[in-house]
């Protein structure tokens, strides 16, 4: 069964660095990762996107263990403004599935 | 790049009445596009999958006769919401995805469009 699995809340400081992690114990070999970040009341915003490894861009990293059942999306230093719900996201191939996690609700504090 | 529009961001309705929201990819061709709803403080749930030109594919449990999708070109679909009754007030948000390679193309967002029937 094709479940993504993420923790429900974390709570941070500024100037830290969070990682979020997101279980997809189903991922096949052709399926990639994607984060979103969302705001009240907004459409989910693209983070980043990876398939194995790590894949950083100007916001985040994405790391993905060998076995692929999980990813961790690490954000440097973060900012009040980075308080937000953040979800990852998978397209279950073999399921013909496309299923979002729960969402990691995250609120930075000074 | 990669921007999504939809209309109207909020409507607000009577019991029975339909509703009609577009979703348009403004600087892409969205070959598929992608309808989803989130209730209060939960995740998106897939409701349709509809590539342009052909049917849109439902999600089980999502009536197809009483969401009405349209992807009538490359750059925009509707989504019609006939007779809504309350429980239909939700957060509708549409995706688009660019190109073929369906594997590894991303989903951009649309801004989403609140509908509360009364």
């Known amino acids: 069964l094709a479940k993504t699995t993420q923790p429900i809340s974390m709570d941070s400081y500024e100037g830290q660095e969070v990682n979020i992690t997101c279980s997809h114990n189903?991922?096949?070999?052709?399926?990639?990762i994607t984060w979103y970040q969302q705001f009240p009341s907004q459409g989910p915003r693209f983070i980043i996107q990876?398939?194995?490894t790590k894949v950083t861009n100007e916001v985040a990293s994405l790391f993905i263990p060998a076995d692929r059942k999980s990813s961790t999306l690490s954000l440097p230093r973060v900012s009040l403004s980075d308080t937000a719900v953040y979800y990852c996201?998978?397209?279950?191939?073999?399921?013909?599935?496309?299923?979002f996690g729960s969402g990691t609700r995250l609120s930075i504090r000074p | 790049g990669a921007v999504v529009s939809q209309h109207p961001s909020r409507v607000i309705c009577k019991s029975g009445t339909s509703v009609k929201i577009e979703c348009r990819s403004l600087d892409f061709q969205a070959t598929t596009m992608f309808w989803y709803r989130q209730f209060p403080k939960q995740s998106l749930m897939l409701m349709a999958t509809?590539?342009?030109?052909?049917?849109?594919?439902?999600e089980q449990g999502v009536e197809k006769d009483k969401f009405l999708i349209n992807h009538a070109s490359l750059t925009l679909s509707t989504l019609t919401v006939t007779s809504a009754h309350p429980e239909d007030s939700s957060f509708y948000i549409c995706?688009?995805?660019?190109?073929?390679?369906?594997?590894?193309?991303?989903?951009?967002f649309g801004p989403g469009t609140r509908l509360t029937v009364l």
């Open positions: 996201l998978v397209e279950y191939s073999s399921a013909s599935k496309i299923i």
């Open positions: 509809s590539n342009e030109g052909s049917k849109a594919t439902y």
């Open positions: 995706s688009a995805r660019e190109g073929l390679a369906e594997i590894t193309d991303t989903q951009y």
């Open positions: 990876g398939y194995k």
């Open positions: 189903n991922i096949a070999t052709n399926d990639y």
